[in-house]
């Protein structure tokens, strides 16, 4: 099968590594790809938000699947594209309709998802220019820090955490008052949860799932997690804290009824779902939802899936993923960040990469071994190429 996998990022280049690994594979495209995913696929100069060249190359190609990796195609609505054309309503898109997308794309919409299904999270309030006052004192019954959320996508930017209530306050008339652009036109305030965040991943047909190795993403750029917030410096898997016990909350609280709100609700949603989770002393509580696989989590996620991860795109295409068991190592792997100096500030930007070659350390049952690894993850987005949400 010839597969198409949209993206440009280390994400796209873990998984482009992983299913190079299928049997299944013939032809693997990249679009618009990285250096990184060169080595290990076929590039295309075509953007991912480019439906109609999309569907050229698919038709010009014989493509039997489109794999999504970021949000923004998501959110505009490639899925729905593909279904309503008729030359491509047969090729399967792994990714969820503009609505399932749209739990990401709408802060507002998830939180509401969460409480009609009873999934644990934070408690909140949505406000726009309407009702602005009633925000306002709303943040007066809250305790410090104080969580403002833009609605929309906001390439990264639209969560504020604050200390001060004024300050709080006077963040929140700017957030509507455009300081995000449409993405502020409406702001979630949440009540702040203190705990450990972790990354919880499920691939689901929109009835059944199987769920994915969980990662830890560190976010702070120094060393000691310190410094300024970034898209992501770096991620481990699997999570020390995470044992049986809590993932087994996790999937009963969280998981299992997010895909059984899915199904209930009727939403189009083949594809991934990721778990933003904090864990409040023993409770798993949900931060957010994305509609795709979190960058840099994936680097370490793939390398943890023993399973054939075409062959898990196929089940979920056909709606067969309840048949399907999958595989994963006990092993530890670890993602670090390669930066231009000044990131995430003002940055020398178009940098070139060498010495991909390394040696990569990893512990098996208590020994120690070397082996020589040849991947480097292709984060070009730190280099200025995009942002991440």
């Known amino acids: 099968m010839n597969l198409l996998l949209l993206g440009s990022g280390g994400r796209e280049?873990?998984?482009?590594?992983?299913?190079?690994?299928?049997?299944?594979?013939?032809?693997?495209?990249?679009?618009p790809g990285n250096a990184g995913t060169a080595a290990v696929g076929t590039n295309v100069t075509i953007q991912t938000e480019d439906f109609a060249a999309i569907k050229q190359f698919v038709l010009?190609?014989?493509?039997?699947?489109?794999?999504?990796?970021?949000?923004?195609?998501?959110?505009?609505?490639?899925?729905?594209?593909f279904e309503a054309d008729s030359d491509i309503c047969h090729i399967p898109v792994i990714g969820p309709s503009k609505e399932g997308a749209t739990l990401e794309g709408s802060k507002d919409y998830a939180k509401a998802f969460m409480m009609r299904h009873n999934i644990p999270t934070a408690g909140y309030l949505c406000v726009d220019r309407n009702n602005i006052e009633e925000?306002?004192?709303?943040?007066?019954?809250?305790?410090?820090?104080?969580?403002?959320?833009?609605d929309g996508l906001a390439a990264g930017k639209g969560v504020l955490i604050i200390d001060n209530l004024e300050e709080a306050q006077s963040e929140l008339r700017a957030m509507l008052?455009?300081?995000?652009?449409?993405?502020?036109?409406?702001?979630?305030?949440?009540?702040?949860?203190?705990?450990?965040?972790?990354?919880?991943?499920?691939?689901t047909d929109g009835k059944d799932y199987v769920l994915l190795p969980e990662a830890k993403d560190y976010k702070r750029i120094g060393d000691g997690d310190t410094g300024l917030n970034t898209g992501g410096m770096g991620a481990v898997s699997p999570?020390?804290?995470?044992?049986?016990?809590?993932?087994?909350k996790v999937e009963e609280t969280i998981v299992k009824p997010t895909i059984d709100g899915l199904h209930k609700e009727q939403i189009n949603f083949k594809g991934f779902?990721?778990?933003?989770?904090?864990?409040?002393?023993?409770?798993?509580?949900?931060?957010?939802?994305?509609?795709?696989?979190?960058d840099p989590e994936t680097e370490a996620v793939m390398m943890r899936i023993e399973s054939d991860l075409v062959a898990l795109f196929q089940s979920t295409a056909n709606g067969?993923?309840?048949?399907?068991?999958?595989?994963?190592?006990?092993?530890?792997?670890?993602?670090?960040m390669l930066v231009s100096g000044g990131y995430p500030g003002d940055y020398e930007k178009g940098k070139e990469i060498s010495g991909r070659?390394?040696?990569?350390?990893?512990?098996?049952?208590?020994k120690r071994r070397q082996s020589s690894y040849r991947r480097w993850s292709g984060d070009i987005r730190k280099f200025g190429s995009q942002n991440k949400e």
């Open 13 to 31: 280049h873990a998984m482009a590594w992983k299913m190079k690994q299928s049997p299944l594979l013939t032809n693997l495209y990249i679009a």
């Open 60 to 81: 010009n190609h014989n493509i039997g699947m489109v794999v999504v990796g970021p949000e923004a195609p998501l959110v505009a609505g490639i899925t729905d594209f």
């Open 135 to 150: 925000g306002i004192a709303y943040l007066t019954t809250l305790e410090a820090p104080y969580v403002l959320k833009a």
């Open 177 to 203: 008052g455009g300081k995000f652009g449409s993405a502020s036109a409406k702001v979630v305030i949440e009540e702040f949860l203190s705990g450990i965040e972790l990354s919880v991943f499920a691939l």
């Open 239 to 248: 999570v020390p804290f995470a044992d049986a016990a809590f993932m087994k």
């Open 273 to 294: 779902v990721f778990f933003g989770l904090i864990n409040c002393d023993g409770t798993p509580k949900t931060i957010e939802y994305n509609v795709r696989m979190g």
């Open 320 to 336: 067969t993923l309840g048949n399907q068991t999958i595989k994963i190592s006990n092993d530890f792997a670890v993602t670090v």
């Open 357 to 366: 070659e390394y040696t990569l350390s990893r512990r098996y049952s208590g």
